[in-house]
């Protein structure tokens, strides 16, 4: 039996947070930015949808890079232990 930190599990999962938070972070810059730039027209439910759907892809996204981290740490650590 073998106790200790699954590093190939931790550092796969730290990097899905930092990639969303990032991606998060830049959506939500992106999104004031065309906030403002809308003003008082009607395109308010647009940016919401388009809002949406971005921000459902940064979590594909941010999964997608800690899956290949997984990927990338398991074949680094297969076999030790």
Known sequence: ?????????????AV??????LLQ???????????VSCGDLSCGEKIAIAYQFLSLSTVVSAGAVAW??????????????
């Open 68 to 81: 290949a981290s997984y990927r990338f740490n398991t074949a680094i650590y297969k076999g030790k232990g």
């Open 1 to 13: 039996m073998r106790f200790g930190i699954d590093w190939a599990v931790v550092i796969p999962t």
């Open 16 to 21: 899905f947070f930092v990639a969303l938070w």
């Open 25 to 35: 972070s830049a959506l939500s810059t992106l999104y004031e930015a065309v906030e």
